[in-house]
């Protein structure tokens, strides 16, 4: 099973989207978030074992100013037919304990999700712990 595509809640592209004066905008649209996909599961380039539910991820990499590393990102996986990790992450606890609403789709602007490892069944998916994600304004 794979989530609906459409359009992220308003108060979150407002969040991510929004000018500051002094840097400009907080984030771009399509922006990169490097992140672990579970914060249980934290060596990097290792793989992991993901089920479909709730899930919370941690921010690795300065990539992103107003995600800095250490940024907590809470959200869901689907594992759909077992080639194709999925994941939105809706909600990020900042570093300072700021609570924002995201839009942080898995994969990047050409691909969807990640693709499965060796390893991998219906259910229960084997990917690399740390991957990336992008800041969108709907989901796909």
Do not use: H
């Amino acid at each position: 099973m794979r989530p609906e595509a459409a359009d992220c809640p308003e108060a979150a592209r407002k969040w991510m989207f929004a000018r500051d004066d002094v840097n400009g905008r907080r984030m771009r649209k399509n922006a990169p978030v490097a992140f672990y996909v579970d914060a249980r599961q934290r060596s990097a380039g290792d793989a992991g074992v993901f089920r479909d539910g709730p899930v919370t991820g941690e921010v690795y990499k300065d990539e992103n100013r107003a995600l800095p590393k250490g940024t907590l990102l809470y959200g869901y996986l689907w594992t759909g037919n077992k080639d194709v990790l999925l994941g939105r992450y809706t909600e990020a606890r900042l570093p300072n304990g700021q609570r924002v609403p995201v839009c942080i789709e898995m994969g990047d602007e050409d691909d969807l999700g990640w693709v499965t490892w060796e390893g991998s069944k219906p259910g229960e998916v084997v990917v690399r712990q740390n991957v990336g994600g992008i800041a969108v304004e709907r989901w796909r």
